[in-house]
């Protein structure tokens, strides 16, 4: 009960003394454990000879074999209860040390949450704002371009409004950019290449045909195939208030991808 409060005590502070109490007790319980083996061992040896003592029919050597016995049964009996104690009290300190752990974990977390929350409030919400204007700048300029464009020189040909350096789009449903690669079959005697009623691929006419490829390039179409999607549409920077945002893309959940062919389910983002 003692070593319990004193423990106890110890828990609250969390000094590095529980770490050597306990390497302690663990140290006392080795020594109590070798001190019963070796009891153990010497209690064998007598029960074992205790026959040849009978054998001798001398009662002053068989009292004092039993005398012996006796009192090697008695420090089992002491070493036991000493493992007993010290295993009972290695593992009371091994879960106040455990404990201890967690309220320092515990701790941490406390300050994490806090410094988090912190952290949302003032930093996030600060730089989403300054975000905000930088998008709402961008679309002025954009703007600008636009009505530049509604009222061209003349032989000026109209403004770029991507304001991105990289097109995101899709030129064709096809293809992702300006080339495709084009299969066609030419004849391995003649050189010439297979006309429409050839039938290259069937398999009886396989040998007398040469299977090649080729990249052809393909004029840039004046309206693509999926337009260019601008970081100003695809921005969207939520509030830290429920269902609040500072800015809500036209395009919110709607991933920047230049599959035409995905479906709507597919489109969107969960």
Known sequence: MALMGRKQKKESSGSASDAVDLERLRRDLD????????????????????????????????????????????????????????????????????????????????????????????????????????????????????????????????????????????????????????????????GLRAGPYDLPEYASNAHKWERRTRTIDLPKPSFPAVEHRSVLEYTNLPDIFPDSYLRAAPFWGRPRFGNPERTEEQRRVF
């Open 31 to 190: 020594a109590a454990e070798a001190e019963r083996s070796d009891a153990v061992r010497a209690q064998t040896d007598l029960s074992e000879r205790r026959n040849d003592v009978l054998a001798s029919e001398d009662v002053g050597q068989l009292e004092a074999h039993e005398t012996a016995l006796a009192a090697v049964e008695r420090r089992v009996a002491v070493a036991d209860t000493r493992c007993t104690r010290l295993a009972g009290e290695i593992e009371a300190a091994e879960a106040q040390a455990e404990q201890a752990r967690r309220r320092i974990e515990y701790a941490k977390g406390e300050k994490a949450l806090a410094e988090g929350r912190r952290l949302l409030a003032e930093e996030y919400v600060l730089a989403a704002k300054a975000l905000v204007e930088i998008l709402k700048r961008g679309e002025k300029l954009r703007a600008a371009i636009i009505e530049a464009n509604e009222h061209l020189p003349e032989g000026c040909d109209p403004l770029s409004t991507m304001l991105e350096p990289v097109f995101n789009g899709q030129f064709y449903p096809e293809v992702k950019g300006l080339t495709k690669e084009e299969t066609y079959f030419v004849n391995k005697e003649t």
